[in-house]
């Protein structure tokens, strides 16, 4: 039946409009005295009796109201060199389902589209929607944060004094399981992924000075759409997500 993104009610008043009520109205035809499952952006989750539908707009009132905290507890930011095509939309909407924070698109020496800015905006919302629509599917509170496209240079700037690393198949030595098994880090992670034709030796080494530490993900060359799945499963399931707790 789906669960439809509500604003902050007032009291016990619900509005839904936009999107969410045309989907209510057109495709599902709910109509007055009918049930949904709403959600809102604090994590609050309602059941709502809806009570009148004016030009597309529903209003309904609560029944009943639960919180479901299913966020992870650590905050990881994925910063991805963008890939041809509509690969993008696979990565956002799968690092939503399995917990991504914030996804950080970003333009490499060896990232193949050129966009210029209306363009890239353009991506960027489609994205964002994306986001939004996976978030409501996997009934997460959060809604991850698809940031502007910026340049390596400014992404290494971004990362800012959280603990990260670089996904780098030449990498032969330090893999993800060590370093988190050494990290004291829980609260906040991020990670870097190369386009198709990774990073290249000069962006590692910045990295690296950035103090941002090259990891390997083992022998197997993984497409870039496949590295930051892999690497965000792993993280959240040593952490005690992804059904990764002892007992
Ligand atoms: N240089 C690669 C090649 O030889 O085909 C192309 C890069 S790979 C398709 C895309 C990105 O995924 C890389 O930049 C890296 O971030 C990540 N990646 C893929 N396999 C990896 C591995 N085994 N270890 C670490 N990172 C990997």
Redesign the pocket.
């Known amino acids: 039946m789906g669960r439809f993104f509500v604003n902050n009610p007032n009291n016990n008043h619900i509005i839904i409009d936009g999107e969410e009520a045309r989907h209510l109205v057109l495709v599902l035809r709910k109509k007055p005295g009918d049930q949904v499952d709403c959600f809102d952006e604090t994590g609050k989750e309602y059941k709502v009796r809806i009570e009148k539908i004016v030009d597309n707009k529903v209003e309904g009132i609560i029944i009943t109201q639960f919180e479901r905290n299913c966020e992870p507890h650590i905050q990881i930011t994925l910063f991805q060199?963008v890939p041809k095509g509509d690969k993008m939309d696979l990565i956002v909407q799968k690092c939503t389902e399995l917990g991504v924070f914030t996804i950080v698109p970003m333009i490499t020496e060896r990232t193949i589209v050129k966009w210029e800015e209306k363009k890239a905006l353009q991506k960027q919302m489609r994205w964002q929607k994306i986001a939004k629509e996976a978030a409501k599917q996997s009934r997460r509170k959060v809604i991850p944060k698809i940031e502007p496209i910026i340049s390596f240079n400014e992404a290494i700037q971004k990362k800012g004094v959280q603990e990260a690393f670089?996904?780098?198949?030449?990498?032969h030595k330090k893999g993800l399981k060590l370093f988190l098994r050494q990290s004291p880090v829980k609260d906040k992670m991020s990670f870097?992924?190369?386009?198709?034709?990774?990073?290249s030796e000069a962006e590692v080494s910045i990295a690296v000075k950035a103090g941002i530490t090259?990891?390997?993900?083992?022998?197997?060359?993984?497409?870039?759409e496949?590295?930051?799945l892999a690497?965000l499963t792993m993280i959240l399931y040593e952490l005690d997500d992804l059904g990764g707790k002892d007992g």
């Open positions: 060199g670089v996904l780098w198949e030449d990498e870097f992924v190369g386009p198709e034709g990774g990073f090259p990891l390997t993900l083992g022998p197997r060359i993984l497409r870039t496949t590295a930051g690497a």
